[in-house]
Nanobody, 115 residues
């Protein structure tokens, strides 16, 4: 069983930045494939960004060039640096781990982009 705990959400003005963190339990973090998803008000959950165990990254078109996903394997933590935030980035952001054939989710952290 893998537990994921997100932090770093909050209220930010358009154009601002936030950094989300997700810390995972377990001793095999280096093999976890980590992702960030989000769910906006009245919308379905959507994939935002992912990073493999080798450090390869991928992004949804809507966040490319604005968001950066990274991982720190010693700290068992994955980050999502979000810059140039827009109101449409508002939502609950969820950390996801893929471990072999199992999926794990965090409880989510709220990000609100508003003036």
């Amino acid at each position: 069983q893998v537990q994921l705990v997100e932090s770093g959400g909050g209220l930010v003005q358009p154009g601002g930045s936030l950094r989300l963190s997700c810390t995972a339990s377990g001793s095999m973090f280096t093999i976890y494939v980590m992702n960030w998803y989000r769910q906006g008000p009245g919308k379905q959950r959507e994939w935002v960004a992912g990073i493999t165990s080798a450090g390869n990254t991928n992004y949804a078109d809507s966040v490319k060039d604005r968001f950066t996903i990274s991982r720190h394997n010693v700290k068992n933590t994955v980050y999502l640096q979000m810059n140039s935030l827009k109101p449409e980035d508002t939502g609950v952001y969820y950390c996801h781990a893929r471990v072999v054939r199992s999926d794990y989710w965090g409880q989510g952290t709220q990000v609100t982009v508003s003036s």
